[in-house]
């Protein structure tokens, strides 16, 4: 065959091939991931301005913005990606200086993560920095071992959490001392307006107490204690009472399971100098009666006109009532078909801002509702996802934290109804906003016929030709998914890798399965999900199908991964679907809900031999209902994922699971990241993680490209 023909041949065979073969992507997984996350909005008490985080590639800082230029300010100067947390802000009273903590487990308060491998644990600390300081870092100051720090809006006294315990300092890290031993832990210190008293409460083996320490003669006093767990201490406005909630205490069950009613929870008020306590509200029965939080700085408001407003799920959806703080009918202010999520009270008290999924259920966007009546008003729309109001002090600016499908959190202010992005300059030049595909909304059904929620990530110029595909389940499980980058930092990142498979020429399904939030308390609580029954499985299942039986999909090339819960349910897909799913890959997941100890609950004392039946009967339904009990059936190979400091779920769930695969002959990889926890921490393991991801499905799935 002469040369020519033998070329012409050759392009002839090429071109029958799908395109997904040659893919190479148009951006690295370096690339998706360089873009900074903005969160934890905090306006300062007095004046126009506020402070964030922001994480850029694992170098987290504090930012400020004021007016009237509204220019993002860098007021720390930590350069490495150290694994090192910032959370816990804290302005001064006049807006001066921020507080902050640095470092330690933020999540689960347990022993100090170390995941750069320092010789030497690193510390959780305290730090100061000045709002206004130049140049930059030159006024930041490490002050103190601690953590939740709150600060006096009388004169700076700081008190602090240490071990659980009280102290108190002054702004410069001078004076600290131990002001408060009791047993069980103190958290969520709130002082009163005139900076006298510190309420708290106090936590303790199944009840919690709600707790004042007076400054003048450092006397403790509990305040209508029970058996219940008291919490969420709020002052009224002059100081003479706090109102708090009432949840009633419950023996833990075995792992997660559906709560849809219970004993109902209730709202008290208690007159501070008598100490006499009385219920100003109290859940009916059936839906509702199982509280169920906001993100707040506080479950309980007390606004103006001695009204508090709170979250209920009366109506199967997490909404806002008020009531009068000395008791009466409940006003529904958040009417609709959507859960209120975010939630923030304006300085004035008049105003609430929060943000939902009310009119589109998928999204998320900004609302506000006036104490005095009048109905909501949404204050954005579109495509994009707007969360976290935070009203000014002293100028009728909201500042806000915003996402879309091509542009990851960050910062905005809203004036008179004109929006502004902030820190746009934090974008790396390479960040690749043009070249990601915008996620279509789809519903698919699951194998016993209940509609699921999803997002579908195409990939370019698709041409009609069969690609392979992946199903993604997020982690939580209450969570929720969205068209474009999420508003939590873990999901954040799982989103970008969902664009980089689907640049990498994969069709991939992320799944909004069943427990997980945004469409209800009755789908939240599923009937029989987790360790009650795994009835997330038939969403597993429902996905696979969805995408085998799409014109663009190989069937034989569908993989599946996840973490954390969505490590779980790939491991479930993996033990019983193995014909399905071709290949996956498991962060961190649960895979033996009886063996997870820490929710396993406690086994009943004494000889009742009703209550050891039952527990037996229970840790037996957690087992089958778990990856383990089926692992006879596992026949994919999977790449295990996790970190070895591991304190949401036990690495010893991927140790179990790796023997289990090696006595069956089963294929698996592994990626461990020995101290690191299970967020991950270094933005080098989120890359490392995702990379390793991605050559796997390569492999195993025959496809081309890389990160």
Same mark, same amino acid.
């Given at each position: ?38 969160? %934890? ?55 001066? *200086? ?40 030159? #006024? ?59 309420? =708290? ?11 004042? *320490? ?7 006093? *509990?305040?209508? #204690? ?18 708090? &909630? ?49 993100? %707040? ?18 109506? @199967?959806?997490?909404?806002? *009532? ?35 999924? +009310? ?6 966007? &900004? ?17 994009? +996802? ?26 905005? +202010? ?11 300059? &934090? ?18 059904? %699951? ?23 992946? %199903? ?12 474009? =980058? ?87 897909? $993996? ?7 071709? #290949? ?16 396993? @609950? ?16 229970? $840790? ?20 295990? +994922? ?22 069956r002959r089963v294929e698996f990889e592994e990626l461990i990241f020995p101290n690191e926890i299970h ?7 989120? $890359? ?8 796997? =499905? ?6 081309? @490209?890389?990160?």
């Amino acid at each position: 065959m002469k040369f020519g023909q033998f070329m012409k041949t050759l392009f002839c065979l090429l071109s029958l091939l799908p395109p997904y073969l040659f893919a190479t992507g148009t951006f690295t997984l370096n690339q998706i991931m360089s873009a900074p996350f903005a969160s %934890a909005p905090i306006a300062s008490p007095t004046g126009a301005k506020v402070a964030w985080l922001e994480n850029e590639q694992g170098k987290r800082n504090v930012y400020v913005a004021a007016a009237p230029d509204w220019k993002a300010k860098r007021i720390t100067n930590f350069a490495k990606d150290d694994g090192e947390e910032i959370a816990d802000l804290a302005w001064a009273p006049d807006a001066s *200086y921020l507080l902050f903590v640095r470092g330690g487990d933020l999540e689960t308060g347990g022993d100090n993560p170390n995941p750069e491998l320092s010789s030497i644990t690193p510390e959780q600390e305290i730090w100061s920095a000045a709002a206004d300081a130049s140049p930059l870092g030159s #006024a930041v100051k490490k002050l103190t071992v601690g953590y939740g720090p709150a600060v006096s809006p009388a004169g700076g006294l700081v008190a602090f959490l240490k071990g659980g315990q009280i102290f108190t300092m002054q702004p410069n890290g001078e004076d600290a001392k131990n002001v408060v031993t009791q047993k069980g832990h103190a958290g969520d210190l709130h002082w009163s307006h005139d900076g006298q008293s510190l309420a =708290f409460t106090t936590t303790r083996p199944g009840h919690s107490l709600i707790t004042i *320490y007076s400054l003048a003669d450092k006397s403790l006093r *509990y305040l209508d #204690a029970s058996t219940d767990h008291d919490t969420e201490p709020v002052w009224s406005p002059d100081d003479t009472h706090l109102a708090y &909630l009432r949840i009633p205490s419950v023996s833990p069950t075995i792992g997660p399971a559906p709560e849809r009613e219970g004993e109902p929870w209730s709202i008290r008020v208690v007159d501070v100098k008598s100490g006499a306590a009385r219920p100003v509200f109290r859940a009916a029965e059936g839906t509702g009666s199982v509280f169920h939080a906001v993100t %707040a700085t506080q479950q309980v408001m007390w606004a103006d006109g001695a009204q508090l407003v709170f979250p209920w799920e009366r109506n @199967g959806w997490c909404h806002l *009532y008020s009531v009068p703080a000395h008791g009466g009918t409940p006003i529904e202010l958040t009417p609709g078909e959507g859960e209120v999520e975010a939630v923030s009270l304006s300085s004035d008290r008049k105003t609430i801002y929060f943000n939902s999924n +009310i009119g589109d259920i998928d999204g998320r966007h &900004l609302w506000s509702v006036a104490l005095a009546g009048g109905p909501a008003k949404q204050l954005t729309s579109g495509e994009r +996802i707007d969360w976290a109001p935070t009203p000014l002090s002293d100028e009728p600016a909201l500042f806000f934290l915003s996402s879309s499908f091509n542009q990851k959190a960050h910062p905005m +202010i809203r004036l008179s109804g004109k929006e502004q992005s902030l820190a746009d300059e &934090l974008i790396p030049a390479d960040f690749p906003a043009a070249s990601l595909v915008k996620p279509q909304p789809v519903t698919i059904v %699951a194998a016993d016929g209940m509609h699921i929620h999803g997002q579908l990530f195409l990939p370019p110029n698709a041409n009609g030709e069969r690609h392979p595909a992946l %199903a993604f389940f997020h982690g939580g499980s209450r969570r929720q998914m969205l068209l474009g =980058f999420h508003y939590m930092f873990y999901y954040s990142n799982s989103y970008a890798m969902n664009q980089f498979l689907a640049s990498q020429g994969y069709v991939v399904l992320s799944v909004n399965y069943r427990s997980g939030i945004g469409y209800g308390m009755p789908f939240r609580e599923a009937l029989n999900y987790g360790a009650h029954g795994g009835s997330e499985y038939n969403d597993v299942v429902g996905a696979g199908l969805y995408l085998k039986n799409r014109a663009d999909v190989d069937p034989a090339r569908i993989g599946l991964w996840g973490g954390s819960y969505g490590g779980y349910l790939t491991a479930m897909g $993996l033990s019983r679907a193995s014909d399905l799913f071709a #290949a996956g890959v498991d962060f961190h997941g649960v895979h033996d809900w009886s063996s997870l100890r820490d929710v396993t @609950g406690t086994p009943p004392a004494g000889g009742d031999p009703k209550a050891q039946r039952e527990y037996q009967e229970a $840790l037996r339904l957690a087992f089958e209902s778990s990856p383990m009990a089926t692992v006879d059936s596992w026949k994919s190979p999977v790449l295990l +994922i996790h970190g070895d400091d591991d304190r949401n779920v036990s690495f010893a769930q991927t140790e179990v699971l790796a023997e289990a695969l090696r006595a069956r002959r089963v294929e698996f990889e592994e990626l461990i990241f020995p101290n690191e926890i299970h967020d991950f921490l270094r933005h080098e393991h989120w $890359l490392e993680a995702y990379q390793a991801t991605a050559a796997f =499905f390569a492999r195993k799935l025959n496809t081309r @490209g890389g990160p």
